[in-house]
């Protein structure tokens, strides 16, 4: 898969994914840095997975507020099936036009996931990954880590509207986020050239220095 790279002169589309696991303060951090790159003059888009377009509203419904799907490889499939409508109607677009783009989660969320966390083989899950993106990787991943039980008592001690099937079934247990968590290092591992850890335990304003600090060689900012 190829990735989008950073011109030296002018300015180009910037794809930034958050990843981490749940708890993990994505949202929160992802609204600090688009604030934080929107005062550098760029034009900055903040999507999530899954969502960020009509059908992958209606998408996030199944997969993250009922019960109703129970097979980690449905699962995948209807992350990706989201994948490619954020892909093709907002994340594309946006690069072309030299903006800045945020995910709130991306393709390897599915990798820890139904991967890692599941046991669907990651072969499997990365030539999903290829179609439903077309070979569309992050220029920069932060991956926001943060210990399994601190990360889901945050989670639970929030509001319980917000709580997903991943936080509160019986098959998404503490192992269960364990491996998902391991995941998330391991994809971190093996491709250091994208990927940035950042300890999430801190206070949030703390762990946005550090978001900032990961991602600020891609704008040049001195």
């Known amino acids: 898969m190829q990735s989008i790279e950073v011109g030296s002169t002018l300015p180009r589309g910037v794809f930034i994914t958050l990843e981490g696991p749940d708890g993990a303060g994505k949202s929160s ?48 499939l209807l992350f990706n099936a989201a994948r490619r409508a954020l892909v093709d ?23 820890a996931y139904q991967g890692y966390g599941a046991g669907v083989p990651i072969a499997d899950l990365e030539s999903l990954a290829d179609v439903a993106t077309a070979g569309l990787r992050p220029t920069r991943t932060v991956l926001l880590d943060l210990d399994v ?31 998902v968590r391991n995941g998330f290092l391991a994809l971190a591992a093996a491709d250091p050239g994208r990927w940035r850890i950042v300890d999430a335990s801190g206070p949030p304003d703390q762990v946005a220095v550090a978001v900032w600090d990961a991602v600020r060689d891609l704008f040049e900012v001195g």
């Open 29 to 76: 951090q992802q609204r600090l840095l688009v604030d934080r790159l929107a005062a550098t003059g760029r034009e900055v888009v903040a999507t999530r997975e899954p969502g960020g377009t009509e059908l992958g509203e209606r998408i996030r419904g199944i997969l993250l507020e009922t019960a109703t799907v129970r097979d980690p490889i449905v699962d995948a």
């Open 149 to 179: 039980d601190d990360g889901l008592a945050r989670r639970r001690g929030g509001p319980q509207a917000e709580l997903t099937r991943f936080e509160t079934s019986d098959e998404h247990d503490r192992e269960f986020h364990e491996r």
């Open 89 to 111: 109607e907002v994340i594309r677009p946006a690069l072309a036009r030299a903006a800045v783009v945020v995910c709130d989660r991306f393709a390897d969320s599915t990798l």
